[in-house]
């Protein structure tokens, strides 16, 4: 019988089993941060999860409502960005048939769905003044209507909100109500961003190689210290979200047992290129600056470099000259 592969952290995160053992961190941001998480699932008042997009704030959620009194119960979580004011409102409270155009039918919301567990309001800065009204009752007074009926329903929840905005600045400009917001930040958590917890990055990346070799069925079993200088160095905008699918590429796309640095460079390049807030290059800028910073990396060995970009020397000569590449001073 083969070797079941182990599960990936999105798999156990779907599976619900995510616990604050799973949270790797070294660092004193890291350390200070699972601490508070720690004292808040110890308690049953609301928590506010404050961090940049990609730092974990919906794993730290659920390891929250693990360890804590409501953990037998339902973990249930609604992305309030990505929907529509009257979707997100279906979704939360449910609706009754004829609520509004495409309700043919009674539905129950995630208050009623995530009875005696958590609801984690995902990105809950972008929640309509509106919609944040009914909430406060909700947190305040555990009672809610569905949409399109008269009578109330009684929910019993925890609520956990995490957001990437600046919530003061919403609430100055009247987007976020400040009634909401007191009810939300009883316990209030940074989820600190990757660049300022650098010491942690060699552990993630040890145990992002163990994951992604066993997923990709790879013997690629560690990162030269060049390469991992490389890792740390770098700000990781798109945070440890962005750090996995960067080992996750690298391993399923080298050719050898270590991460060398022209790997990771290669593989950096192209995750810069995606990200949604950097403006998309040109085909011949991403290789103009990749193949300058190969150069760069060996010293302009052209020999190494070619070697490197896995092109004859010629080739590399004729890409420099077409590419107007010029050797710094």
Request: hydrophobic share 40%.
């Amino acid at each position: 019988m083969p070797d079941q592969k182990p599960l990936s952290f999105s798999e156990i995160y779907r599976s619900g089993l995510v616990s604050f053992d799973m949270i790797l961190g070294v660092s004193k941001a890291m350390l200070d941060t699972i601490s508070q998480a720690k004292s808040a699932a110890l308690s049953d008042a609301p928590v506010l999860l404050v961090g940049e997009t990609g730092t974990g704030k919906n794993i730290l959620a659920q390891a929250i409502h693990n360890a804590g009194g409501r953990s037998k119960r339902p973990f249930c979580e609604v992305n309030c960005g990505g929907l529509h004011e009257m979707l997100q409102e279906s979704e939360l409270f449910g609706h009754t048939r004829g609520a509004f155009t495409g309700a043919d039918k009674d539905r129950d919301g995630l208050l009623m769905l995530a009875q005696g567990g958590t609801l984690f309001l995902n990105e809950v800065g972008d929640i309509p003044a509106s919609t944040q009204k009914k909430l406060i009752d909700v947190i305040e007074y555990k009672k809610f209507r569905k949409l399109g009926q008269d009578i109330e329903s009684t929910t019993n929840i925890r609520a956990i909100a995490g957001t990437n905005r600046d919530l003061d600045s919403l609430r100055a400009k009247g987007e976020f109500r400040d009634d909401f917001y007191y009810r939300l930040n009883c316990f209030r958590i940074e989820v600190p961003a990757l660049r300022k917890r650098k010491d942690d990055i060699p552990v993630l990346v040890d145990s992002l190689l163990r994951e992604f070799s066993a997923r990709e069925s790879k013997n690629v079993s560690g990162v030269s210290p060049k390469a991992m200088s490389v890792l740390v160095d770098y700000d990781w905008p798109g945070n440890v979200r962005q750090l996995r699918f960067v080992i996750w590429r690298t391993v399923a796309t080298v050719d050898s047992e270590m991460i060398e640095e022209e790997h990771v460079v290669e593989t950096l390049e192209l995750s810069d290129a995606k990200s949604p807030n950097t403006p998309l290059a040109s085909l011949e800028e991403v290789e103009r600056n990749y193949i300058t910073k190969v150069l760069c990396l060996t010293n302009w060995n052209k020999t190494r470099a070619a070697e490197i970009l896995r092109i004859s020397r010629v080739g590399l000569n004729r890409r420099i000259h077409a590419l107007r590449i010029s050797e710094p001073a």
